[in-house]
């Protein structure tokens, strides 16, 4: 029945038909010629002649029932129990199944349409999850970076209160933090923007802008000491002495470097070294602490999202920060490398230029 299979519907049709007319006309033939020559005829039929019609008229009956059930059985019922059980199954959100498609007639083509189908939601869903996904790491990039420059701004506004309270504020002191604050609001409304019109983490646009480098390891240092005071511990800063120009992003510079701090002010002990240095090719930034250094776990698999560090038993994501570091690194031709020290954690951000 394989051939049949492969008709069409209306042909399969048809052929069944004509198959069952055929089959039908033998068996009554074959019944009238039996009724013929019944000899005598018995008794009880010669007043009821008409009982000689019922099995030619049982026939004619019976044939399209038999017709329909054999084209329902051979063309319909596989193809319509598999389109059944898939709709089913899409409405209890399990997409885990497959279509058969047992013809190439009209039925099994609804069945490949079916089955596409699926592959489609699948396809859909996998990159509705990934695009949430990728939101989800755009929020917690979000939440993270605003943190560092809101703390900046926290520690430029404690430094005006507590100089105006103890009569100690300068004009000097009052015009850095001032530079501070303006600086680092201009720089949360820029990120803002920036993370706004971006649908993930790599979207991020590269501006590079020439500057002194002095200016710049000024503004990190300044920076840097607020957050170090807002965590209770002491950092220690070294620094090659010869200014030149230098092409880079200066917020991918700030954002990469106060990253790295925080982390280390997070897991160091009392105090961590930066160490920053510029050549003709590269800014570079190193970071050290004094705490138990990097796992095995974080070398081996590097800074990748949601990571979180064996070695500590704090609650505050690892992964995250590390993770918009090396992005941002890599963003400007450069590299993240983390690595351990006979003191604790060493990590060296690198922005090529």
């Known amino acids: 029945m394989e051939w049949l299979k492969q008709m069409s519907l209306k042909k399969s049709l048809s052929v069944i038909i004509v198959i069952f007319i055929v089959v039908g006309l033998v068996l009554y033939f074959l019944a009238m010629l039996v009724i013929s020559n019944i000899s005598p005829t018995p008794i009880w039929v010669e007043p009821f002649g008409f009982l000689k019609l019922i099995p030619p008229f049982v026939i004619a009956v019976s044939m399209p029932f038999f017709a329909g059930a054999i084209f329902y059985t051979i063309k319909l019922k596989t193809p319509i129990s598999q389109l059944s059980m898939g709709a089913k199954r899409i409405m ?57 420059p809101v703390t900046v701004l926290k520690g430029s506004a404690a ?72 965590a209770k511990k002491r950092i220690e800063f070294s620094s090659n002495n010869e200014d030149k120009q230098i092409c880079v992003d200066r917020y991918m510079v700030h954002n990469v470097a106060e990253n790295l701090v925080s982390n280390a002010l997070r897991y160091s002990r009392d105090s961590i070294t930066v160490d920053m240095s510029c050549d003709d090719e590269k800014v570079t930034i190193c970071v050290y602490d004094d705490g138990v250094g990097f796992s095995s776990t974080i070398l081996k698999k590097g800074a990748v999202p949601f990571l979180r560090d064996d070695n500590t038993e704090q609650e505050q994501n690892f992964g995250m920060g590390l993770y918009i570091c090396r992005l941002l690194c890599e963003k400007h031709g450069g590299s993240l490398i983390l690595e351990n020290s006979r003191s604790g954690a060493k990590i060296t951000a690198t922005f090529n230029f």
Request: with cysteine.
């Open 92 to 148: 209890e959100n399990d997409l885990n199944f497959s279509v058969e498609v047992c013809s190439e007639d009209e039925l099994g083509q609804l069945c490949k349409s079916f089955e596409s189908m699926r592959i489609g939601l699948i396809k859909s869903n996998r990159e509705l999850w990934q695009q949430m996904e990728e939101r989800k790491r755009l929020n917690a990039a979000f939440a993270h970076d605003l943190r560092n």
């Open 159 to 230: 430094i005006l209160q507590k100089g105006l309270e103890q009569g100690s504020l300068t004009v000097e002191s009052a015009s850095e933090s001032i530079l501070l604050i303006t600086q680092y609001s201009a720089r949360i409304e820029s990120y803002i923007q920036a993370m706004t019109s971006v649908q993930k983490l790599e979207e991020l646009v590269f501006i590079p802008k020439i500057i002194d480098w002095f200016a710049l390891a000024k503004e990190l240092k300044n920076s840097l000491v607020i957050l170090g005071a807002n």
